[in-house]
């Protein structure tokens, strides 16, 4: 087996400055966890969603990615990831949903 060529805090660190540069994506210093509220808020109007079907797990997922374009175009920000590469992730899941279907 190989040895780990980082060490556990440099792992930590690694991750803690991917969540600086994304949290930016989706929520605001005041709020870092807006986005999951903002999704919540959404997917609560779907009481019977059955998270163990894939096309509604699909979904899910889409929602996460349109939340962050709704939220860049809100708060009029440059986010880490742009919003081509956001938008064509929608685009997968809602193919991805049709091949489920």
Same mark, same amino acid.
């Given at each position: 087996?190989?040895?780990?060529?980082?060490?556990?805090? $440099?792992?930590?660190?690694?991750?803690?400055?991917? !969540?600086?540069? &994304?949290?930016? @994506?989706?929520?605001?210093?005041?709020?870092?966890?807006?986005?999951?509220?903002?999704?919540?808020?959404?997917?609560?109007?779907?009481?019977?969603?059955?998270? $163990?079907?894939?096309?509604?797990?699909?979904?899910? !997922?889409?929602? &996460?990615?349109? @939340?962050?374009?709704?939220?860049?175009?809100?708060?009029?920000?440059?986010?880490?990831?742009?919003?081509?590469?956001?938008?064509?992730?929608?685009?997968?899941?809602?193919?991805?949903?049709?091949?489920?279907?």
């Amino acid at each position: 087996m190989t040895p780990p060529t980082k060490s556990f805090a $440099g792992l930590v660190l690694e991750e803690t400055e991917l !969540h600086h540069q &994304k949290c930016h @994506d989706y929520a605001s210093a005041e709020s870092p966890l807006a986005n999951f509220t903002r999704q919540a808020c959404i997917l609560a109007n779907y009481p019977h969603l059955n998270l $163990g079907d894939p096309r509604q797990v699909a979904l899910v !997922h889409m929602v &996460k990615q349109l @939340d962050a374009v709704l939220w860049g175009l809100s708060e009029r920000i440059d986010q880490h990831e742009d919003r081509a590469e956001r938008l064509r992730d929608i685009a997968v899941y809602a193919k991805l949903t049709r091949m489920l279907e």
